[in-house]
DNA sequence: CTGAAAGCGCTAACAG
DNA sequence: CTGTTAGCGCTTTCAG
């Protein structure tokens, strides 16, 4: 019972180590402050002190003090297009390697990011990485003004001045243009995504703006609300009655569906009859029942682009990252009959 | 210029509304604690107040009083099985809806959760849960017995008295034993994951017990340790050696890699040649090409139990809630061949 | 039911 | 370089 020492809180704090070392609670604290005036041995014994007494610095009260929590909200949608589970795993892993935690919100369905913003205000969070969400020019424009980050992964904010990462989305589209021409594809068809997003949009854009640079004329597009493996499948079926001999689909998961539909539904041969091409490159692009040919989003880079705006002090507005897309090329466009996808 | 009345700080603390209502702070602060003694009447023109003028208390000051955060952290390993996807999904949402929110750990490859919990206690987080990942006996008694909350997400620890939610891997894979041998096979295989998971361990306990309760003889087994859908695909060819009529894959994407195997590498068909189940129930096992039999996870009523224990302040240990598992039949085990996957 | 006062654990001037 | 003194914004006794 009768604990001499210590009542059982097991947790120090930085008075406890100050006193047991007959130093001030401020030494403690410049001892884990990389830019703090205290000398080199001092610190190295409080250092080696606190390690041997499991005393580590309390980041809530920390935070408290500083105004900066080092934690970043990251805000996403659903999961279950896994590019975006690919996204979020690495941007949380790099934020922790650059010292930030990530602080994780779900959008709900119907949630918008507005009504999530005031939520996060309480955490003292540094910053927000929004990953593939919309979020009104005015809020956005708000937060940044309050000294707050926003950074927007996978989309972009025309009228607003906060900074985004993307890919080329535009060029992209392009890319899958020329490359249905030039492997002979005549009729050519796009399944759009959401139309309110800029990254669908730009991707619509630039399929339908190389189409007409080239004077070729445009099978047919379908929309779709959700761009889930079932909407690919229904899109599919829809543009089938234009009879195209390829499709674009916005991104991988609907090409995913419109290869199924395409083979169960129509009874039609990819590449043979319809030649796929999909968006993000995630890996089930590249299970050999799809191997679908994609246009790839430089994930790693992205990633990286964000992380630097998150730990950026230049506080240089109005940065809009881009970055390039390659075309993989894999069966689904392939026309030589030894190697297509049965 | 000369913004006469206040600091352009834009945010609000609870003594500026406190002022700006003349009541005193402590009044604020219990208008926003459910248990707290204030009248009706004040509490009222409190919040309103306080919508009005935009403010919110500040969670992190919050915290450093009460010594609880509200915060649970979640630690998870890679997100390329979409099944844990899905779980980190869930399980934030629903966290969200109770009142909590996540803080996000990603454990590298090589990392042990041992070594990421010391991090935490510096965010005062109420409770840490663990999907999927291991933790040693020692330091998990050593957390909850400093009267933190550790949470094992699909997975046990036997000799370790924290809580944990699961679903019967045991029976589960009994299951998928008892309809392949209803379903006419002789030959039954199992491709494993890893060792180390009692997850992993208890489904191989099943399927092996079964079949020794029915006296039918194992064609073969064969470990992995990713449980990846590359690890299905080389463990199918391997088992192949042996003949086997039917495959019991550790998880849903494994089956997946081995369906792809099967017929692309060799040659044979599903489930004509060999029957594959599955485990997990992910979004991919419906998809036409794979209509995959898997056992369910039943997954809500997981996440359910893992916010319960969560939030629970009974304190009681020694929790360990097991679900109840399904099995889902699709065409990877029918043998009639107009259903038969091609 | 309400106000005053004393912290939670840390950081940030300010002296020395 | 180091110690002292105030807070960060909120909760929580303790009086009244």
Same mark, same amino acid.
């Given at each position: 019972?009768?604990?001499?020492?210590?009542?059982?809180?097991?947790?120090?704090?930085?008075?406890?180590?100050?006193?047991?070392?007959?130093?001030?609670?401020?030494?403690?604290?410049?001892?884990?402050?990389?830019?703090? !005036?205290?000398?080199?041995?001092?610190?190295?014994?409080?250092?080696?002190?606190?390690?041997?007494?499991?005393?580590?610095?309390?980041?809530?009260?920390?935070?408290?003090?500083?105004?900066?929590?080092?934690?970043?909200?990251?805000?996403?949608?659903?999961?279950?297009?896994?590019?975006?589970?690919?996204?979020?795993?690495?941007?949380?892993?790099?934020?922790?390697?650059?010292?930030?935690?990530?602080?994780?919100?779900?959008?709900?369905?119907?949630?918008?990011?507005?009504?999530?913003?005031?939520?996060?205000?309480?955490?003292?969070?540094?910053?927000?990485?929004?990953?593939?969400?919309?979020?009104?020019?005015?809020?956005?424009?708000?937060?940044?003004?309050?000294?707050?980050?926003?950074?927007?992964?996978?989309?972009?904010?025309?009228?607003?001045?906060?900074?985004?990462?993307?890919?080329?989305?535009?060029?992209?589209?392009?890319?899958?243009?020329?490359?249905?021409?030039?492997?002979?594809?005549?009729?050519?068809?796009?399944?759009?995504?959401?139309?309110?997003?800029?990254?669908?949009?730009?991707?619509?854009?630039?399929?339908?703006?190389?189409?007409?640079?080239?004077?070729?004329?445009?099978?047919?597009?379908?929309?779709?609300?959700?761009?889930?493996?079932?909407?690919?499948?229904?899109?599919?079926?829809?543009?089938?009655?234009?009879?195209?001999?390829?499709?674009?689909?916005?991104?991988?998961?609907?090409?995913?569906?419109?290869?199924?539909?395409?083979?169960?539904?129509?009874?039609?041969?990819?590449?043979?009859?319809?030649?796929?091409?999909?968006?993000?490159?995630?890996?089930?692009?590249?299970?050999?029942?799809?191997?679908?040919?994609?246009?790839?989003?430089?994930?790693?880079?992205?990633?990286?682009?964000?992380?630097?705006?998150?730990?950026?002090?230049?506080?240089?507005?109005?940065?809009?990252?881009?970055?390039?897309?390659?075309?993989?090329?894999?069966?689904?466009?392939?026309?030589? !009959?030894?190697?297509?996808?049965?």
């Amino acid at each position: 019972m009768a604990n001499g020492s210590k009542d059982p809180k097991q947790i120090l704090t930085a008075r406890d180590v100050a006193q047991l070392m007959g130093v001030s609670t401020s030494m403690i604290s410049r001892a884990f402050n990389p830019d703090a !005036s205290i000398s080199p041995a001092m610190r190295k014994r409080i250092i080696e002190a606190s390690a041997a007494l499991g005393y580590r610095p309390n980041v809530i009260a920390r935070s408290l003090s500083t105004r900066s929590s080092k934690i970043v909200a990251i805000i996403v949608g659903t999961l279950e297009n896994p590019f975006y589970a690919q996204v979020l795993e690495k941007l949380s892993r790099e934020l922790q390697l650059a010292g930030y935690q990530s602080l994780l919100f779900n959008l709900a369905p119907g949630q918008d990011v507005d009504s999530q913003l005031p939520f996060l205000v309480q955490y003292n969070v540094d910053a927000v990485v929004i990953v593939s969400a919309s979020i009104s020019a005015g809020i956005a424009n708000d937060w940044t003004r309050s000294g707050r980050k926003v950074i927007l992964f996978n989309r972009t904010l025309p009228d607003a001045s906060i900074p985004s990462v993307c890919c080329d989305n535009f060029t992209g589209a392009k890319l899958a243009v020329d490359h249905f021409v030039q492997t002979g594809r005549r009729r050519l068809a796009f399944a759009a995504g959401r139309r309110d997003t800029s990254t669908n949009a730009e991707r619509e854009l630039g399929f339908i703006s190389r189409l007409a640079e080239l004077g070729k004329p445009f099978a047919a597009k379908a929309d779709n609300p959700h761009c889930s493996f079932q909407d690919g499948y229904n899109a599919a079926l829809k543009l089938a009655a234009d009879k195209p001999d390829a499709i674009f689909f916005a991104n991988d998961v609907m090409a995913l569906g419109g290869i199924e539909a395409i083979r169960k539904e129509l009874g039609l041969t990819v590449p043979d009859d319809i030649a796929v091409i999909g968006f993000d490159d995630i890996p089930m692009a590249a299970w050999p029942t799809y191997s679908l040919t994609t246009i790839r989003q430089p994930l790693d880079a992205m990633v990286e682009s964000a992380v630097d705006l998150v730990s950026d002090q230049s506080g240089a507005d109005e940065l809009k990252v881009v970055h390039p897309v390659q075309l993989v090329e894999r069966a689904s466009t392939k026309a030589t !009959s030894d190697e297509k996808v049965p």
